[in-house]
Structure formats: C-alpha cells, structure tokens
C-alpha cells in the first residue's frame, strides 16, 4: 500500500460546478497536509496548508482533514475554467519539507 | 511568491551522456533544496535533500554516483545525470526553502522533462 493514494483522474466538470478531491493515506504519523496546483508546464504552487484534523477555508476552497479516517479532502466552489490545472495532495510527517505526494488529479473546467 | 528557476525545461539525450539541470532560487536564499523525480502516471517521489554547503542526502534506492547533486551555494543546486540510460527519462523536479521558514515557504521549479534515446 502506498503511503499517499490519489485518483489521477482525469475529471472533467462544467463551469460552477462543486468539485470534491480527495486522497487518503497510510500514515498516521502524518501531521501536515497540502494541497498543490499545478498547471501545464508550471511548478506546483501551494493552494491550502492545514496542520492536524479540520477544516480551512480560503475563498471558494475548503481543506478537510480526518484523521480518524485518514482521508483529506479539497473542495473547490464555483469551479472556473481557471481552475483547470492538476491538484496534488502532499502530506508531512514532522513539518519537515520532505514531503510525500499523491499521483495529481487532472482538473478540467468547461465554459 | 517567491521563485525557483529550473533549467532546461526538457532535454533529450543519447543513452550514456550525462546531462545537468539547474534550479535556481531568485530572490531568497534556498538553504535546502530537494530534487524530485516523477514517472508517467506517479507521484512524485523525493530522490534527495541537499543542504546548502553539504553533501545531498539520497532516499533509499536513489544511486548517489548516477544523481550528482551540488548546491554549492545558496542560490543554486545541479543535479547531474551520470551515463545516462533510456531509464531515466522522467520528469525532475527542484524544491527550494530557507531556513526555519517551514513547508509554506517551499517553492517548485517548473520541472526538466528527460528523454534518454
């Protein structure tokens, strides 16, 4: 079992539709979960940083994390064709920038 | 944000060369630096951390003589691909930070795509 499990997709959703990411993991030492955007030919650019259990809200993109269940989740609102981009999941043990990634789900948002 | 530069975006090389790609930290001083790698459809996995001023610290399974890691000061970091084989095509990727700023303050190069002949 890999330590991060994300579904690479592809998703594809119409403009303003509620899209829902998810990965889960092994862990449980994991205390620091990310969540990256990447578009074509870009680095990853960090999108939403969570510490523990919770959730964090940024505009129209809620982090969640449950450690209970090990499984976190990216929730984007009103999606845009703007928002197209892959969406990695990385997590931390320590707060250590070692981090462990998930594969990366392919957004696409169509007008 | 801050900005990592990583040069070349793409190279292509015949089997047994040796190729180096740059990553460069613009306007902070990147006191570590991580060099990624990333096959078709999986994640991307940490090859090594260096330090700058230090030798790089390899994960397990990663040949420290095949990945040649510099960072032989604060602003940039080569990893050199040594004889290298159709294998290796990847995509590779830099992380830089500087110290005590945490996970925040980590910024991505754009990444080298590799392709051995």
């Known amino acids: 079992q890999k330590e991060v499990e994300q579904d690479p997709g592809p998703l594809s959703v119409p403009e303003g539709a509620i899209v829902s990411l998810n990965c889960t993991y092994s862990?449980?030492?994991?205390?620091?979960f990310m969540w990256y955007r990447q578009y074509s030919r870009k680095g990853p650019e960090l999108l939403m940083y969570?510490?523990?259990?919770g959730n964090k809200e940024d505009g129209r993109f809620t982090a969640q994390v449950d450690k209970s269940s090990k499984y976190i989740s990216l929730f984007i609102r009103d999606s845009q064709p703007s928002d197209s981009a892959t969406y990695l999941c990385?997590?931390?043990?320590?707060?250590?920038?070692?981090?462990?990634f998930g594969k990366g789900m392919k957004l696409t948002v169509n007008p | 944000g801050a900005v990592v530069s990583q040069h070349p975006s793409w190279v292509i090389c015949k089997s047994g060369t040796s190729v180096k790609i740059e990553c460069r930290s613009l306007?902070?001083?990147?006191?570590?630096m991580f060099w990624y790698r990333q096959f078709p459809k999986q994640s991307l996995m940490l090859m090594a951390t260096?330090?700058?001023?230090?030798?790089?610290?390899?994960e397990q399974g990663v040949e420290k003589d095949k990945f040649l890691i510099n960072h032989a000061s604060l602003t940039l970091s080569t990893l050199t691909v040594t004889s290298a084989h159709p294998e290796d095509s990847s995509f590779y990727i830099c992380?830089?930070?500087?110290?005590?700023?945490?996970?925040?303050?980590?910024?991505f190069g754009s990444g080298t795509q590799l392709s051995v002949l």
């Open positions: 990385a997590m931390s043990a320590s707060g250590s920038e070692k981090l462990v």
């Open positions: 260096s330090n700058e001023g230090s030798k790089a610290t390899y």
């Open positions: 306007d902070f001083q990147a006191t570590t």
């Open positions: 992380s830089a930070s500087s110290s005590g700023q945490g996970i925040e303050k980590l910024f």
């Open positions: 969570t510490y523990s259990s």
């Open positions: 862990n449980s030492a994991f205390q620091y």
